[in-house]
């Protein structure tokens, strides 16, 4: 036993005395060519932002066009998205973006093998490499690392190599739909896990086929065999330099911030603590996140070379690697870069005249109104009457529930089709009557110190937000089965006399059209984790409520024009409350009402450039959101 200890203990310290002698050649290996790098990067990032948003755009609004509608929403996606033109548009959009993070990669790892032979670089032969590596990946046999690129390193978070792969994210109505189904979660543990495994044996790959004459599934080949006795240890490697980056850039962050806050400090003498800590902490948000797009790949690069070159001297295959990436020539110097700065320009004209259609962005915001989501659920159970008095006590003039019908027609609050999230009893609403669903008490693992709570029906709740003049959003759920759902919830909210202050909305494009159908006169709005081109053109809906990351100030902008309103959903944390103020909402829903209802009385409602750069830092910083 003794002798095992002693063992591990020999290995983790070899680890760290490894891991230590990697940290350092990753600095000097970046300290080498740092200002073609940094020039590089600065100007690939300009680039691929602006052009990924115009070309995203175009995309958009061919594959509408090609469609025959006028915006892409939840309910048509699927149609607009299997449409044969729709598909070659997005394959043309992904194909375009892996070949600008192939560009953006391939120019770092030739300066930085540059660096790691010795020899130094310049702008003109980062472009070169970048240019002759898309070539490379052009042709069919290559045509795998598309895939490589668009989610082996992205999706796994691990070791972004490229600022645009910092955009390829999941969709947050999907990260919820997998957090709250325990099988898509151990599917997608599985699958996350499956990434992770590839990732540490096929990293190489991209180094061999900047650096080697091999196509791509030769590269990946040999990228297994140069891994092989070392996956643990690269593996730990690159987890311990994630976490050292993250820290370093968040500490940073936080010195820079902390010390601007306090010389702007000295001109608002009026600024108050608790104003002060809110600015320090979103704007420390932002600037790292700046950083993380910005400094993430170049040290990422760095990091992989000096990795690369360390196992392929142990196992002595450096005489494998081209001379051609090696060579410079004085005529790179020039044309290249010439063409890219015109296009630079090109896009920046383009960009100034998109910005010519936002005139509006110099009025100044209305500050929005607060729904508690499922009431107060971040103080008590959700969907309950305890969640909607704290909703109540805290004056806010909206709240948002569930319903579901029983078996015996009772149209009752909850958010799942069953109970055992919130009880641990796994008993469906559809298939049991309102008296034994009253049975079932909310579990102690619930938010608050609440006993006894159970289900409240939709007219419970209405009759207290009637008596405290409060307006509700009902979100219609059901099983497909139900008998006259939608007619039995207009019931109830008729028979209490909230008509006027209920605004129905659902997911379920088809049940929203069956509410427009009975009552048109009762608001509606339909709801949507998607939201591209002219949402104000759906017919059945009066306003709109619309998932936060997919809020814009464009969508905004145009349902005012109309007289109508723009809800979203659910903001839980400070740092994008001033993009959506900024953007001019009306009603934010959140499951944290205390926490939103702080944040506004601290953001800058003022309109004209303040109103931009908050728009614009939103834009940036959500590349790694």
């Known amino acids: 036993m003794k002798k095992q200890y002693e063992k591990l203990k020999e290995k983790i310290e070899e680890f760290f005395k490894g891991f230590v ?11 080498q060519n740092y200002k073609p790098v940094i020039q590089f990067i600065l100007f690939t990032s300009v680039f691929i932002t602006i052009a990924t948003s115009i070309l995203r755009n ?14 892409i929403t939840s ?16 394959v043309f959009l992904l194909i375009v973006v892996t070949f600008m993070s192939l560009f ?12 790691q032979v010795g020899r130094e670089t310049n702008l003109s032969s980062m472009f070169m490499a970048g240019f002759r590596i898309c070539k490379k990946a052009s042709n069919p046999k290559n045509w795998l690392v598309i895939l490589f690129i668009l989610v082996l390193f992205p999706l796994t978070k691990v070791l972004p190599l490229s600022s645009c792969t910092f955009k390829v994210i999941l969709p947050g109505f999907i990260e919820q739909i997998i957090d709250y189904t325990s099988l898509y979660s151990r599917l997608y543990s599985i699958f996350y896990f499956c990434l992770i495994c590839a990732m540490v044996v096929y990293m190489f790959s991209i180094n061999i086929f900047v650096l080697q004459k091999s196509d791509f599934i030769k590269s990946c080949d040999r990228s297994r065999r140069l891994q092989k006795g070392h996956y643990f240890n690269t593996f730990f490697t690159m987890i311990l330099l994630t976490l050292i980056l993250n820290v370093t850039i968040n500490s940073v962050s936080s010195v820079i911030i902390i010390n601007v806050q306090e010389l702007v400090s000295l001109f608002e003498k009026n600024l108050g603590v608790v104003t002060k800590s ?3 902490g979103n704007n420390t948000y932002i600037l790292r996140q700046i950083l993380k797009s910005l400094l993430s790949p170049a040290v990422n690069n760095a990091a992989l070379t000096v990795l690369f070159y360390r196992y392929i001297e142990e196992k002595n295959l450096m005489r494998a690697l081209s001379a051609d990436i090696f060579k410079e020539t004085e005529s790179q110097k020039s044309g290249f870069i010439r063409v890219l700065y015109i296009a630079l320009f090109g896009l920046l004209v383009c960009g100034i005249i998109l910005v010519s259609n936002f005139t509006y962005l110099s009025e100044p915001v209305s500050r929005p109104m607060v729904c508690a989501h499922r009431g107060d ?4 159970p959700e969907n309950t009457m305890p969640a909607f008095e704290l909703a109540v006590s805290e004056n806010l003039p909206w709240i948002e529930l569930d319903v579901h019908q029983t078996s015996d027609g009772v149209i009752i609050c909850n958010h799942d089709k069953d109970l055992s999230r919130v009880t641990g009893e796994k008993i469906t609403i559809h298939d049991h009557t309102y008296a034994e669903l009253k049975k079932c008490e909310f579990g102690d693992w619930m938010p608050g110190n609440y006993e006894h709570v159970t289900v409240p029906t939709l007219e419970e709740v209405l009759l207290m937000a009637k008596e405290n003049n409060m307006h509700v959003q009902v979100e219609l759920k059901g099983h497909a089965d139900d008998v006259n759902f939608e007619e039995n919830v207009l019931e109830v909210i008729n028979k209490t006399g909230m008509h006027d202050n209920v605004m129905i909305i659902c997911l379920n494009a088809d049940r929203t059209k069956r509410i427009d159908e009975l009552d048109p006169s009762i608001l509606k709005a339909y709801c949507t984790p998607l939201a591209i081109g002219r949402m104000e053109d759906i017919e059945f809906t009066d306003n709109i409520s619309i998932e936060e990351k997919n809020v814009n100030p464009e969508i905004v902008e145009r349902f005012h024009a109309l007289g109508k309103k723009v809800f979203c959903w659910t903001v839980d944390t400070e740092e994008t409350i001033q993009y959506l103020v900024s953007c001019n909402v009306d009603v934010i829903g959140t499951n944290n009402p205390t926490l939103v209802l702080n944040a506004l009385d601290k953001v800058d409602y003022s309109g004209g450039f303040a109103r931009v750069f908050h728009i614009i830092m939103n834009v940036l910083y959500d590349m790694n959101k």
């Open 75 to 90: 309910f048509n996606m699927m149609s607009v998205l299997t449409n044969p033109g729709s598909i070659l548009l997005i």
């Open 278 to 280: 809110f600015n320090i």
């Open 377 to 380: 659920n971040y103080n008590a």
């Open 58 to 71: 175009l995309v958009f609004n061919l594959m509408m066009k090609v469609s025959g509608t006028t915006y």
């Open 104 to 115: 953006e990669i391939a120019g770092l790892l030739h300066a930085f093998s540059m660096g």
């Open 21 to 31: 002698y990697f940290l350092k050649n990753t600095l000097i290996l970046f300290k």
